[in-house]
C-alpha cells in the first residue's frame, strides 16, 4: 500500500527546502514521494546526463524513511532535439512542422518536442530511459516507475498530429497488417488505390468517416506500443522495479480536447496491458468532479487493470490554479474520502498533486497539501491519521480484492472514434452515454465493471450487460455476447445496435450481423418527440426513461414490447433468447441520463438488475451513491467493508443475506464501529457509526463457523 505524494517538478522546490519537506511528509503520515524525471533537464546536452539533484533527493528520502516513484517525462524533451533532428519535427494536418516550446506549467524542455515514430528520437530517448534505469535499478528506496505522465504526446501541437513521414510508414504498416495488402484496404475501405503513397490519414473532424476512425484506431494502437517501448527501456537497464504510467482521464471519459483525437493517449485496457499497472489522475474539485464521477473514473481504472495494480497516480492536494484565479479550497474531509472511497474500490496508492504550492506559470499557488487555501492543517492532521491506519493494516489492505461485479457496461472506442469524426471532434455523445449508466450505477449502488469491447473474456461471470451508443461493436465482442445471452445474460442495448461496421460504413438493418443474430431489427431513426422521455415496461412496472439523440422503431413481432413512442412505433422490446434475454432500448438513455438525473431510469436499471439475478451483497441507507459510496471484498479469509459518507448523512445502516456475517460482530478499522447486529427472516441489519470525516473501514472473519 502507497500513500505519498508528488514533490520535485525541476527546479521547484528548492534545494534549502528539500530536507525539512520530507521530515514534515514522514510526519503527516506518508511513505512515498514522487519525483518528476523529465528529459529536457536531465540531458541538457546530447549524451550528458546530470543527476546530482535526483542522487541527492533519493539519499534524503532514505534518510527521511521515504520510499520513492520516479516518474520518467520524456514528453518534456530538451531544448536540442529539433537542431539536433532537424526532420523530426511533428507534423500538423496541414502539412506544417509543428514548432514546440516550453510547456505553460513546466518550463524545462520542449513540447511536444519531436515525434517518437522517428528511429532517431526514439534512439535517444532509449538512451534517456536506459540511463536513469541503470541510475537507480539498484536503489533500496525505489519502489517503482512511472513511465508515462499522462500519456500525453500532443500538447501543444496546435494542430491535429502527426502527419510526418514516420507516422505515415508507420501507419501505412499497421494498416497493411490489419489488411494484408493494398487490395485488401481497398477492398475495406470501398476505394481503388495504386500506391501505399495514396493512403492518408484523415485530414480533420467533418471529413469521411472511413480514414478518421482508422487514424485514430491507430493513435490508440501506437499509445499502448509507446508505453510497452518506454517500459521496455526502463526494464532492459532495471529489471527489479515495477513499471506503471497513467491517464489524465480514463479512456471512458476520453472523448477528444485540444486537437487531440479520441482516445488518442491510448485505451487503458491495452496500456495497463503491457506494463505492470496502470492510474489515473483526479483533481475533484478543480474539475467539479461529483462524488458518483469520481467513482466511475477510479472502477474504469480498476476495471482496466484486472489483476494488476490500479493507483490513483495524482490527486488533488489543496486548492487548484489555473490561472489569476481564486478556486475551491479541498477540505479535510473530503479528501480523506476520496482516499479511502480508493483503497475501497482496490486501488493500491494514492499519490497527492503536490506537497506544496507550484511556483511556475498558470498552475501557482495551487494544489499543495500544505498549500495556503486555509486548510492545511487540517489535512495535514488526516493524513497522519490515515497514514498510521494505513500502516498498521497495510497487509490486510494489500491483500483486499472487491468482490466481481455482476453489472458490465461496454465501452467500445470504436463508437467514440466514430462519434468524434462527425460531431466536430467531440465524442461528448458517446462519452455520455457510457458515463451515463456508469453514474447511474453509482447512484442506485449496484457494483459494476467496465467491460472493453475487445476482451470477450471480461463477460465471464456478469449477469448483466449494457451496451450504451453500440453503434461500432467489434465482431470478436459481438459474437461473444451472443454466445453469453444464449448461456443466460440479460443484455440492455441502446439504439443502433451493430449500424456501422468498423471503418465507420453504414450497414442497413438487415446487415447487421450481431442485432440480426439476436432477433433485432431496426426500423428506422424518428425525430425525438416533446416530452423527451419513454414510459417503458409493462403492467404496473413501467419507469420513465430519458431519451436523446433520436427514437428507433423496432420490429416487434415475436417481443414484448415495452414502449411506444407518440406515433405509435414500438421504441423498446424484450425478447427471449436461448437462455438469456434481449433488452432493446430505441434511443440513447445513458446520454440523457448524463444530461439530467433522471430517477426513471434508476427504477428501470433496478429492476432490470434484479430481473437478471443481481444480487449485490450488500445495501446501505441512505441508498443514494452521491450521498453514500461503499464497496467490499476479502483480504485472505477477512471480510472488509468501506464506506464513506457525505457530511449531511446522520444515520447510516447497513443490511445483507446472513450467510455474509455468519453471526459475527464486525470490527473497526476506521470509524465508530457496527451496532450489533439484527436479524430477521431476510437477513441481518446493524447500525454503522462513521468517523468524523464520514468514513467507515469494517472487517469480519469470512470463514465458516
Given amino acids: 500500500m502507497i500513500l505519498g505524494t508528488q514533490y520535485y517538478r525541476p527546479p521547484f522546490p528548492e534545494r534549502d527546502l528539500w530536507h525539512q519537506d520530507l521530515a514534515a511528509m514522514v510526519k503527516a503520515g506518508l511513505d512515498t514521494v514522487q519525483l518528476w524525471a523529465c528529459w529536457g533537464w536531465i540531458e541538457p546536452e546530447p549524451g550528458r546526463y546530470r543527476f546530482d539533484d535526483y542522487d541527492e533527493l533519493m539519499n534524503e528520502a532514505s534518510a527521511a524513511g521515504l520510499r520513492v516513484v520516479i516518474s520518467t517525462i520524456a514528453e518534456i524533451q530538451p531544448f536540442w532535439i529539433h537542431r539536433e533532428l532537424p526532420s523530426a519535427h511533428l507534423v500538423d494536418h496541414m502539412g506544417h512542422a509543428v514548432r514546440s516550446s516550453p510547456r505553460r506549467e513546466c518550463n524545462v524542455g520542449l513540447t511536444p518536442g519531436a515525434c517518437f515514430d522517428h528511429p532517431s528520437v526514439r534512439e535517444h530517448m532509449s538512451a534517456f530511459l536506459e540511463a536513469i534505469g541503470r541510475r537507480y535499478s539498484s536503489s533500496d528506496t525505489l519502489i517503482a516507475w512511472d513511465c508515462w505522465n499522462e500519456t500525453r504526446w500532443a500538447v501543444q501541437g496546435d494542430g491535429y498530429v502527426c502527419h510526418c513521414d514516420a507516422t505515415l510508414e508507420s501507419f501505412r504498416s499497421w494498416l497493411a497488417g490489419r489488411y494484408g495488402d493494398l487490395d485488401g484496404l481497398g477492398q475495406a ?10 493512403v492518408l490519414p484523415g485530414k480533420q473532424p467533418g471529413r469521411p468517416y472511413t480514414d478518421l476512425v482508422e487514424f485514430e484506431a491507430f493513435l490508440s494502437w501506437r499509445a499502448a506500443g509507446h508505453a510497452a517501448f518506454r517500459a521496455e527501456c526502463l526494464r532492459r537497464s532495471d529489471p527489479n522495479h515495477p513499471v506503471l504510467a497513467h491517464c489524465g482521464k480514463p479512456a471512458v471519459h476520453s472523448s477528444g480536447m485540444d486537437f487531440e483525437q479520441a482516445v488518442s493517449r491510448g485505451n487503458d485496457f491495452d496500456l495497463a496491458e ?21 467513482g466511475t473514473r477510479i472502477e474504469a481504472t480498476r476495471s482496466a487493470t484486472g489483476d494488476k495494480p490500479a493507483w490513483v497516480s495524482e490527486l488533488q492536494g489543496g486548492a487548484s490554479c489555473a490561472g489569476f484565479g481564486v478556486w475551491p479550497a479541498v477540505d479535510p474531509s473530503t479528501q480523506q474520502r476520496w482516499v479511502w472511497g480508493a483503497y475501497g474500490r482496490g486501488i493500491k496508492a494514492v499519490l497527492f498533486w503536490c506537497w506544496r504550492d507550484e511556483v511556475f506559470g498558470r498552475e501557482s499557488s495551487g494544489f499543495g497539501i ?10 495535514l492532521e488526516r493524513l497522519a491519521r490515515t497514514g498510521s491506519v494505513v500502516r498498521e493494516h497495510e497487509a490486510l489492505l494489500d491483500a483486499y480484492r472487491p468482490d466481481a461485479a455482476e453489472i458490465g457496461v461496454l465501452f467500445s472506442q470504436g463508437s ?27 447512484r442506485v449502488q449496484l457494483p459494476y465493471a467496465v467491460v472493453d469491447a475487445h476482451r470477450p473474456k471480461r463477460l465471464a461471470g456478469l449477469r448483466l450487460l449494457v451496451m450504451p451508443w453500440p453503434l461500432i ?7 461473444a455476447v451472443v454466445e453469453w445471452v444464449r448461456a443466460g445474460g440479460t443484455l440492455v442495448t441502446e439504439s443502433e445496435l451493430d449500424a456501422f461496421d468498423e471503418q465507420g460504413f453504414y450497414r442497413y438493418p438487415e446487415d447487421r450481423p450481431m442485432a440480426s443474430a439476436l432477433g433485432l431489427r431496426s426500423l428506422g431513426r424518428r425525430s425525438l418527440e416533446t416530452d423527451r422521455t419513454l414510459l417503458v415496461g409493462s403492467g404496473a412496472e413501467r419507469a420513465s426513461v430519458p431519451t436523446a439523440v433520436w427514437l428507433e422503431a423496432l420490429e416487434s413481432s415475436d417481443t414484448e414490447v415495452l414502449a411506444t413512442s407518440g406515433s405509435g412505433d414500438t ?25 439530467v438525473r433522471h430517477e426513471g431510469l434508476e427504477l428501470f436499471a433496478r429492476r432490470t438488475a434484479a430481473l437478471a439475478g443481481v444480487a449485490p451483497k450488500l445495501t446501505l441507507s441512505p441508498a443514494d451513491g452521491e450521498l453514500v459510496q461503499w464497496r467490499s471484498g476479502l483480504s485472505g479469509s477477512t471480510r472488509l467493508l468501506f464506506v464513506t459518507a457525505d457530511s449531511s448523512v446522520e444515520n447510516l445502516t447497513v443490511s445483507g443475506p446472513s450467510e455474509l456475517l455468519r453471526d459475527r460482530r464486525p470490527w473497526s478499522i476506521v470509524g465508530g464501529g457496527a451496532g450489533l447486529p439484527w436479524y430477521t427472516a431476510d437477513g441481518f441489519e446493524f447500525d454503522l457509526a462513521l468517523s468524523q470525516d464520514g468514513i467507515a473501514v469494517l472487517a469480519w472473519d469470512d470463514t465458516d463457523p
Avoid: K
Fill in 274 to 294: 503491457v506494463l505492470d499497472g496502470f492510474g489515473c489522475s483526479h483533481f475533484p474539485a478543480w474539475e467539479n468532479i461529483s462524488t458518483s464521477e469520481l
Fill in 370 to 379: 500544505t498549500g495556503s487555501d486555509g486548510q492545511s492543517a487540517g489535512r
Fill in 189 to 198: 475501405w470501398h476505394r481503388r488505390y495504386a500506391s501505399w503513397e495514396d
Fill in 416 to 442: 467514440y472514434q466514430l462519434d468524434w469524426a462527425e460531431n466536430g471532434g467531440s465524442a461528448e455523445q458517446a462519452r455520455g452515454s457510457v458515463t451515463g449508466w456508469l453514474s447511474l450505477f453509482e
Fill in 571 to 595: 421504441v423498446a422490446t424484450r425478447h427471449g433468447f436461448g437462455s438469456g434475454q434481449v433488452i432493446a432500448l430505441g434511443t440513447l438513455a445513458g446520454l440523457g441520463y448524463s444530461r
Fill in 473 to 479: 461493436v467489434p465482431p470478436v465482442m459481438a459474437d
